[in-house]
């Protein structure tokens, strides 16, 4: 490491000090999951951005969107992304508070 850089777990820990950092990087949240959740399936399935457009029959330009996080796709392009990946698409509702699932004593 030179002078001139700086781990970037330094820089991320300094910035979740600001509370409107913090704010927006959790507003970002579903972004980063449904991401995450595209670039592992294709880990998983050994695949590269190519191999996925190939069988989703687009661009390897689409797929990097996709698991860039800057757009909300479709339900079916997450279908087709999952069966392009040999796996299978789940949609579930959670509660916006981990606290809401719980049963109160009374």
Known sequence: MTADTVPAETV??????DPDYVAAYDALDDEFSLANALIEARRRANMTQEQVAARMKTTQTVVARLEGGRTMPSTRTLQRYAAATGTKLRIRFEPADPNDGETKDR
């Not at 991320?12 to 000090?17: D, L």
């Open 12 to 17: 991320f820990a300094e910035w979740r000090k």
